[in-house]
């Protein structure tokens, strides 16, 4: 589709850009970080021109950047994507909008490979609460950022804090299994 969109349609064309965006946000394969990057970033640009730079297409592009750029071990550059955007995030959609939870959970995730611990759970406390929020306390995002967090606070020796989080992962991965 995005083939034959941009040749028939142009570069710009609402479909060629929308499907474009399906293949960075669905293909995660490690063999295609910087493929996926690459295109990302491009989609970025474009969404920026077009859209400006707190829209959520915009923002969504921003996400991708991080994720295939921490997956290939380019720590620097999510880490500065998400600074740059985050704020974005939040002035455009608030709290209680999955972008916004997205970003400060992937700016702490971030932080937390990098082994900045204690820079990054007050990110992931926050994109914790934001995730039961917006999403609820089942969600893939929700369990993911209650694993990164625990991860951290079993990092920074606060097994106090670690623990409950830890048994609540448990049984969210036993009920959705039931």
């Known amino acids: ?18 499907a474009a965006a399906g293949i960075v946000v669905s293909d995660f394969a490690p063999d295609r970080y910087a493929e996926g990057k690459a295109l990302a970033q491009k989609l970025y640009a474009r969404y ?14 921003v996400k991708a950047i991080a994720i295939d750029s921490e997956n290939l071990g380019e720590f620097a550059d999510a880490e500065r994507v998400l600074a740059e955007n985050l704020p974005r995030a939040e ?12 970003l400060t959970f992937w700016m702490g995730n971030v932080l937390r490979r990098q082994g900045r611990f204690a820079e990054a759970k007050p990110l992931l406390e926050r994109a914790l609460e934001l995730n039961r929020r917006v999403k609820g306390e089942n969600s893939f995002d929700t ?21 409950p989080l830890a048994r ?9 299994r039931v």
């Open 1 to 18: 589709v995005y083939d034959i969109a941009r040749k028939t349609l142009g570069e710009d064309s609402p479909l060629a850009l929308h």
């Open 48 to 61: 920026t021109s077009l859209y400006g730079a707190e829209d959520s297409r915009t923002l969504e592009m």
């Open 91 to 102: 002035r455009a959609f608030g709290d209680h909008h999955p972008l916004t939870a997205n």
């Open 143 to 163: 369990l993911s950022s209650e694993t990164s967090l625990a991860q951290v606070l079993a990092e920074l020796h606060d097994d106090a804090a670690a623990e």
């Open 168 to 176: 609540e992962i448990g049984r969210a991965s036993c009920r959705e």
